[in-house]
């Protein structure tokens, strides 16, 4: 018989000899040490078994879908970041069809991506990207004609 089972079959006799559900517990920790279930178990099954239950089998529970994330849903997230990188996990996750945390792990494992400001940016450029930037060749060509260009140069903030 299975441990859990065994102890609950305990309770039930606790339970039926009009035990109160500390005593009980103080039983299941003598008789099952570490391995005894907790307070808040005991309590519980206690109380079921008071009330009538009769069954020492666990109840029936449902479990939630363990899909893995499908190339599908990747790209769906992917085509929906690209529209619009201002969107939040929630309004993605709710258009992808998938819940905000497996959203929120395919935006940071996936695309590499982390939320700044009010956008979604990636970490590191991609290949791809660094191809991509433009450097001002003007400015890079006075810069290197004149030293002193950089130290002519203001700069200020709003202050």
Not at 29 to 48: E, I, K, P, Y
Request: net charge positive; hydrophobic share 35%; with cysteine.
């Amino acid at each position: 018989m299975h441990l859990r089972t065994e102890q609950r079959v305990c309770i039930t006799f606790c339970a039926n000899l009009r035990k109160r559900a500390t005593e009980t517990l103080k039983m299941i920790q003598q008789g099952f040490g570490v391995q005894s279930l907790s307070l808040a178990q005991v309590f519980q099954w206690h109380t079921r078994f008071k009330t009538g239950r009769t069954s020492v089998d666990g109840d029936e529970h449902t479990e939630r879908s363990t899909s893995r994330t499908t190339p599908e849903t990747v790209a769906r997230i992917q085509q929906l970041i690209r529209h619009d990188r201002r969107r939040t996990i929630r309004d993605i996750a709710e258009d992808a069809g998938v819940g905000y945390g497996k959203c929120q792990r395919v935006l940071a494992e996936e695309f590499g991506m982390h939320r700044v400001a009010a956008k979604f940016v990636p970490r590191i450029l991609t290949a791809d990207q660094k191809q991509q930037r433009v450097v001002c060749t003007e400015l890079h060509q006075l810069a290197s004609d004149d030293e002193m260009l950089l130290s002519s140069v203001i700069t200020g903030d709003e202050s």
